[in-house]
C-alpha cells in the first residue's frame, strides 16, 4: 500500500469519525459533505427533519465543544453558536498554510514587482514577505463590482486583476491597490464579539492614507466602475 493511499484512508476514517460524532449530537439524522471552500466554510441545509452539513475540512480538527455548536446552529441558529464556529474558522485560516503558486508580476503596461520594491522602499523599511503577480481577468455575466486585488494570508500572496494592466488606467491606483494589498501584508486582521474577522482595521486605514496619491486613487476608484463596464462592453482590457 502506497503512503499516498494510506493518507487516503486515514482521512477518509478521520471523516466518518466526525459524521459519527455529529450524528450522536443530533436528534434529527443528518449527512455529512467535505470540501476546502475556504471562502464558504459552512452551509447547513434543512429539509424536514433531516439536516446535511457541507464542511470546510477545518472542522475535522474541531474539538467536542465546537461540534455541539455546530448541530445546535444548525437545529436553531443561535448567534452564540454561530459565534464560536466563526471563531474556529478563524483560528484554523489565521495558522494555515498553503503551497505558493506561480505569480506572473510582468504585464503589459505594468511591472507589478518593480511598483512592489519601490513602495517597499518607501513605506515598508522592514521589509514584506510576500510574492506579487496578475490574476486573470474573471468572465463577467453581470458586471456590478470588481475586484482590484487581493492578498492571500496563507500563500503570502498579492495578486492584482490584469483589467488594471492597461495604459488607460492610471498608474497612481495600480500603484495605490498595490499599496492596499501590502498593507493587508502588515495589518493584522481583528476578530469582533460577534467571531468577524475585521481585516479593515483603524491601523489599517491610518496607514492607507499615508499613500503618497490617497485622495486622487480613491477619487478614480469612484468612477472606476463605469470606465472598466464600457472597457468590457468594447473587448478591451
Known sequence: MTSALKEEILEQEEEANVAFRLQTLSPCPLTVSWHENKSLYLRIDKEGRRLSFHLHRLFLKAPSPVLEALVR???KGKAQDRTILRQMANLFF???????????PLGHAYDLKNIFERHE??????????QIGWFDIPKYKKFRSITFGTYDRSRSQIKLNRLLDSPHVPSY?????????????????????DGRTIVHTAEFRRREKLF???????????????????RIRHGRS
Do not use: N
Open 173 to 193: 491606483f495600480v500603484e495605490f491597490i498595490v499599496y492596499h494589498e501590502m498593507l493587508h501584508a502588515v495589518c493584522q486582521p481583528t476578530i469582533d464579539r
Open 121 to 130: 522602499a518607501v513605506y515598508f523599511p522592514k521589509g514584506i514577505q510576500a
Open 212 to 230: 503618497a496619491h490617497f485622495e486622487i486613487a480613491k477619487e478614480w476608484e469612484k468612477q472606476s466602475i463605469q470606465f472598466f463596464k464600457k
Open 94 to 104: 489565521s495558522q494555515y498554510k498553503a503551497p505558493p503558486e506561480p505569480l506572473d
Open 73 to 75: 446552529y444548525g437545529l
